[in-house]
């Protein structure tokens, strides 16, 4: 047996970016986070609420400019005030995401799937991308900011006001000139880092809930190959031995399917509530044509984040299809009747799906992607109106 706090073999990446952006314990803490892991948490609620603070003063006093839409800020003040709940919640669940995790590497009592290896590692590449592609849109959009600069002090100057935010990656309020060698550099970097920090996590919460979603469906799969060969075995002994495994593993994935819904169940709402506001007000952002290349790598961003969760709730699904389907498939017509009674119990279990919910708006699925967008749509209209 592997010590209690190394027996984590799933969700590799995941849970070293979550490491870097303050959110996870460090390694060996994960089960019992300690002190230390603690004040990192509040560390990264003490930024994040800096920044917040930051783009609210500044949407604030420009209310007082008529002459400037504000909806640039107050999109990213509901996108980063939405993001800093949705991980309050992630961090609240921690430590039930992580044994959920340690015991989906736990394979001592049905054996390793035979695909196990190759999905964990291609699961692993799918965050790594994703890490690339947040990385990459952070740098792109500020070097987008920094070529406005000039621009957007011209449009200041002409209206009367002294923005000290041109040239960084938010229109963050800042109560002293920063316009000189190095200080404007060194809040740049600052705001490249932090902003990251932050943005990217909405992104990687629904990623990790559909890796954990998709260690469980190879579970499934891996009963499914069970259930199959069953009652291959005329002899009754063998079949009864063979049902009762079958069993056994069943309610421990119905369980990790459950675990797996409450650790996610108030992260997903969250992420749905703000989702439509934050597509509306980027799409007000775009009709105004302010920032719009700024605005359409925004808006992409939040319909990844969207998505992934969407098919990973999709795939979940579907999967409660497999255990059904693979009963059906098996030689349950030629065993023992009172073993034909268990398999029928078995059956009727698992007609209930296995779901990710994403509060009262329904569970995690294609079908929620697209209320979302058409929510988003009508929030438009009425910003627009």
């Known amino acids: 047996m592997m010590p209690v706090n190394e027996g984590i073999a799933i969700c590799q990446t995941s849970r070293k970016i979550f490491r870097y952006s303050l959110v996870w314990p460090l390694e060996g803490n994960e089960l019992s986070p300690g002190i230390n892991d603690r004040i990192r948490v509040i560390i990264f609620f003490i930024i994040n609420g800096i920044i917040i603070f930051s783009l609210s003063t500044h949407a604030y006093l420009l209310l007082k400019h008529p002459e400037f839409a504000i909806t640039e800020e107050l999109a990213e003040v509901i996108a980063l ?16 995401i992580a044994f959920l995790m340690r015991d989906l590497s736990d394979f001592e009592i049905f054996g390793v799937p035979s695909n196990f290896e190759k999905r964990n590692k291609k699961l692993n590449l799918v965050v790594k991308l ?39 990656i938010g229109p963050f309020w800042i109560p002293f000139n920063i316009d000189y060698f190095p200080v404007f550099q060194l809040f740049s970097l600052f705001g490249i880092f932090f902003s990251h920090l932050l943005i990217k996590m909405c992104l990687h919460i629904s990623l990790n809930a559909f890796e ?10 891996h009963l499914k190959v069970m259930i199959e060969e069953c009652f291959d075995n005329k002899s009754y002994t063998v079949s009864q031995r063979n049902l009762e495994r079958c069993i056994s593993y069943h309610i421990q994935i119905l369980e990790f399917a459950s675990r797996l819904d409450n650790a996610f169940f108030q992260c997903m709402f969250s992420h749905f509530l703000l989702t439509g506001t934050i ?3 980027l799409e007000k952002q775009i009709l105004d044509k302010i920032n719009i290349l700024g605005a359409v790598f925004h808006i992409l961003g939040w319909i990844m984040a969207l998505f992934v969760a969407c098919i990973g709730g999709q795939d979940f699904l579907n999967a409660s ?9 098996s030689k349950w017509y030629q065993t023992d009747i009172r073993l034909k009674k268990y398999a029928v119990f078995m059956l009727m279990r698992s007609q209930r799906a296995l779901r990710i919910r994403a509060g009262p708006f329904g569970v995690l699925s294609f079908p929620l992607f697209l209320a979302v967008l058409k929510t988003s749509y009508s929030i438009f209209c009425m910003l627009s109106s």
Do not use: D
């Open 279 to 281: 597509f509306a007000c």
């Open 81 to 96: 005030t939405g993001c800093t709940y949705m991980v309050y919640v992630f961090v609240e669940n921690q430590k039930n």
């Open 212 to 221: 954990i979603a998709h260690h469980i469906i190879l579970r499934i799969q």
């Open 321 to 329: 299809e497999i255990i059904p389907n693979a009963i059906w498939n």
């Open 130 to 168: 994703f890490f690339c592609y947040t990385v990459g849109a952070v740098i792109f959009y500020n070097f987008l900011k920094l070529s406005e600069k000039s621009e957007c002090k011209r449009i200041s100057s002409e209206r009367g006001m002294k923005e000290n935010h041109c040239g960084l």
